[in-house]
């Protein structure tokens, strides 16, 4: 059996974000895969089928609130764990997917919340762990 890297989707509209993750990513050892809205990560996400996500939750048009109620509507993709980033806090967090309507459908909590900017050890012991637990 070949082991594959592990797929890591990062869906952030900020390319800094994005080349930080991307490079992060590489050099830890895993095949980043990057999308810069929550449409391109949702199609992206459905097509790849990541080992993880790491989701923006503040981005323009459809935000990652939007995607992550798709990936907990997809019986696949709901169980990957998924790492929200963001300017907020968590309990912001949950009080805006309340306010969506979201938070009534019980979708389960993500797998983590990163504060932005991520600090690189942070972030990098939360991917490890979360593709650690996925297996």
Do not use: C, W
Request: charged share 25%; proline share 6%; net charge neutral.
């Amino acid at each position: 059996m070949t082991s594959h890297k592990k797929r890591v989707l990062v869906v952030d509209d900020e390319m800094n974000i994005r080349l930080f993750l991307k490079t992060l990513l590489e050099t830890s050892g895993y095949s980043p895969h990057l999308a810069k809205n929550a449409r391109e990560g949702l199609e992206m996400a459905l097509e790849l089928k990541p080992d993880l996500i790491i989701l923006d939750v503040m981005m323009p048009g459809e935000g990652g609130l939007v995607m992550y109620q798709g990936l907990q509507e997809d019986e696949k993709l709901k169980k990957v764990p998924v790492i929200m980033l963001s300017a907020v806090g968590a309990a912001t967090f949950k009080h805006a997917l309340k306010i969506m309507g979201i938070g009534k459908s019980n979708y389960p909590d993500p797998f983590a919340y990163v504060q932005k900017p991520p600090k690189v050890e942070e972030i990098k012991n939360i991917i490890d762990h979360a593709l650690k637990a996925a297996t």
